[in-house]
């Protein structure tokens, strides 16, 4: 089976610019998360789409905007970009079902978008 | 609010066995997840306890205590390639929110 997908794996941007990150979730999936990962704040949860829909969502501030596509792909787009905004953005996709299983409710992560800002 | 704690940083030797702790304080917790993050990798999915007790998967142990809100993460015959960052992290709200810790950096020194 293949493995959570994102690109592009390296982007670099100026402030006042928006940016579109994409993530292909493991086939049969269909939930997808988003996060992003700096070395001062660690790893902190954006948000979740589960079937098309925003079940989930964390404190960050409204630039930051996703959605879901049918195929339960997703896109992440953060828009007026800040130089704080520079980190290593990480998706990943599980079954969504919270069965208490590892099987059901494990998130496995795709390689990241290593945005840069200027 | 939501908060973990694990710490920062801990060495240890070749061959030798390390306890990693984690302590959580969450609403709507599912589960405890333990992932390993190599430098410039993604996190790579290790354990993950629901009920109180001990899961082992080889070299690897991990612990669940809900009604103190505690794990740990063992790790047995220490080899090289194990110093990484290993990140504790609670699973929220019926699935798909992860909270984590700020991890836990392993040297594993000779």
Redesign the interface.
Known sequence: KAGVTQTPRYLIKTRGQQVTLSCSPISGHR?V?W?QQTPGQ????LF?Y?SETQ??K?NFPGRFSGRQFSNSRSEMNVSTLELGDSALY?C?S?T???G???S?????????TRLTVL | GQNIDQPTEMTATEGAIVQINCTYQTSGFNGLFWYQQHAGEAPTFLSYNVLDGLEEKGRFSSFLSRSKGYSYLLLKELQMKDSASYLCAALLNQGGKLIFGQGTELSVKP
Not at chain 1, 42 to 45: D, I, V
């Open positions: 939930s998360s996060y660690g790893l902190q949860f979740e589960f079940r989930n964390g990480l990943a599980s969504g079902l919270a208490g299983s590892s059901t409710d494990t998130q496995y992560f795709g390689p990241g």
